[in-house]
């Protein structure tokens, strides 16, 4: 079963401080998606990393894929309030799979002061 | 400005009727795809469509119907044999079918009572 995991579902950290969550996926893939979502919103699209060792960079968030360990990292420097969100990563498939791109459960952040 | 439109924002039915979600895009991309969102959990698909006049069932298809009658355009109707309709529910298009970027509606809440 092709899979997609996301850790930790849940982050509670302080302003200002550094923090890493990982997706790990189950098959070959090279093209991999994050996206955000603001509670009751649609997804916006974070970055979009097409090959092994992309980095992509917006602010004080930093994207990377390694498609030889089948995971991607989305690390947050010195947080803010403003990035409080959940994060999705989302896999493109290339098996038959119905709809191709699969998500995984999301990261809750949330950034207190 | 280009994008993808999703109406109505929020949606009230009784249980047992039939209720269509509206999605239009004007990115010309001939993909469109339907996700359903419950609280706190991923995206799961429902259908898609890689081209118009082409639908294929996604993972939870069952009391969902579509229809790609034009390129721009992609209904959804929520049947009354869709078990737990309440849900979010997103409308995405990409270039392409095939691993590519989704580009996201405003979302429709549909609540049934």
């Known amino acids: 079963e092709l899979k997609v995991e996301q850790n930790p579902l849940f982050l509670s950290m302080q302003e200002g401080k550094n923090y890493t969550i990982y997706c790990n996926y189950s098959?070959?893939?090279?093209?991999l998606y994050w996206y955000r979502q603001d509670p009751g919103k649609s997804l916006e699209s974070l970055f979009v990393?097409?090959?092994?060792?992309a980095v992509k960079q917006e602010g004080r968030l930093m994207a990377s894929l390694d498609t030889k360990a089948r995971l991607s990292t989305l690390h947050i420097t010195a947080a803010v309030h403003d990035l409080s969100a959940t994060y999705f990563c989302a896999v493109d498939v290339f098996e038959g799979s119905q709809g191709n791109l699969i998500f995984g459960k999301g990261t809750k952040l949330s950034v207190k002061p | 400005d280009g994008g993808i439109t999703q109406s109505p924002k929020y949606l009230f039915r009784k249980e047992g009727q039939n209720v269509t979600l509206s999605c239009e895009q004007n990115?010309?991309?001939?993909?469109m795809y339907w996700y359903r969102q419950d609280p706190g959990q991923g995206l799961r698909l429902i259908y898609y469509?890689?081209?118009?006049?082409?639908?294929q069932k996604g993972d939870i298809a069952e009391g969902y119907s579509v229809s790609r009658e034009k390129k721009e355009s992609f209904p959804l109707t929520v049947t009354s044999a869709q078990k737990n309709p309440t849900a979010f529910y997103l409308c995405?298009?990409?270039?392409?079918?095939?691993?590519?970027?989704?580009?996201f509606g405003p979302g429709t809440r549909l609540t049934v009572t």
């Open positions: 990115l010309n991309h001939d993909a």
């Open positions: 098959t070959t893939s090279d093209r």
């Open positions: 990393l097409l090959s092994n060792g």
């Open positions: 995405a298009s990409s270039i392409f079918w095939g691993g590519y970027e989704q580009y």
């Open positions: 469509s890689q081209i118009v006049n082409d639908f």
